[in-house]
């Protein structure tokens, strides 16, 4: 029997990246990604549909979790809250949707254990990220403990994080070595149509692409 694992893919560059290198590791890959109202949601489901093909994913679940845009407090969901677009600021920033990663993980144990899947890879990235909590390897081992508490003997997952100490530039040169299709990728936190350019995810894209020394194929509305 294949050995299965559960790929968090947001249609990210981060998420992307990880699941090509679940992939590469044997595994067969079963994709998860949240609708969740965030404000590029289309654009970003376009971008896992995309990656699936290329992936060539044959089970995969596209989950509705409409009570983030209920809960608002953050600027990706709450559309009366302006998307930062001065620079990367420290402390945990207004793009942080309260426990997300919490809430994908808790999901996707559920899934993973119908499967009979041993690995959830997620493409969280501590150092070089925005100051999420929950991007962390202290939350990610604290998960990973609570989910095989709370699951059946025998589930036995492993959390996987190959990015968690990466910096941007050194995922893009990974993801070039791997020919992940990064032209279909999405990092923009408010627009569907030509990335901002000035949003924390961008400038970090941006970032990243520049200290690899190689240009992103998708198109921006202006760059910092």
């Keep these: 029997m294949a050995k299965k694992a559960i790929c968090i893919l947001s249609g990210g560059m981060d998420s992307t990246l990880s699941s090509y290198i679940a992939k590469n590791e044997g595994y067969e890959i079963i994709a998860i990604h949240f609708n969740y109202g965030q404000r590029t949601e289309h654009k970003e ?15 995969k679940y596209e989950i509705d979790i409409p009570f983030f845009t209920q809960i608002g407090a953050n600027a990706l969901t709450d559309s009366s809250i302006d998307v930062p ?8 920033p207004i793009t942080y949707v309260p426990f997300r990663n919490g809430i994908f993980l808790s999901i996707a144990t559920a ?12 493409g969280v990235v501590q150092e070089d990220s925005s100051g999420y909590p929950d ?19 025998e589930t036995n997952l ?12 050194q995922i893009v040169s990974k993801a070039l070595e791997l020919n992940v299709p ?4 999405w990092s923009c936190y408010k627009n569907e149509d030509k990335a901002c350019g000035v949003c924390d995810s961008c400038r970090l894209r941006l970032k990243g ?14 760059t910092v």
């Excluded at 993973?112 to 997620?122: G, V």
């Excluded at 692409?209 to 202006?222: C, L, P, S």
Aim: proline share 1%; glycine share 6%.
């Design 182 to 185: 990064l032209e279909y990728t």
């Design 45 to 59: 489901l376009e971008s896992f549909r995309n990656i699936c093909n290329t992936l060539d994913v044959q089970e």
């Design 111 to 122: 899934i993973a254990e119908k499967h009979e899947a041993t690995a959830l890879y997620i």
């Design 135 to 153: 991007c962390t390897d202290t939350f990610i081992n604290k998960m990973q403990k609570a989910m095989n508490q709370g699951t059946k003997k």
């Design 158 to 169: 492993e959390i996987i994080t190959p990015l968690v100490h990466m910096t941007k530039a």
């Design 85 to 92: 677009i001065g620079g990367i600021e420290a402390g945990v």
């Design 209 to 222: 692409f520049k200290e690899a020394g190689t240009n992103d194929k998708i198109e921006y509305v202006k």
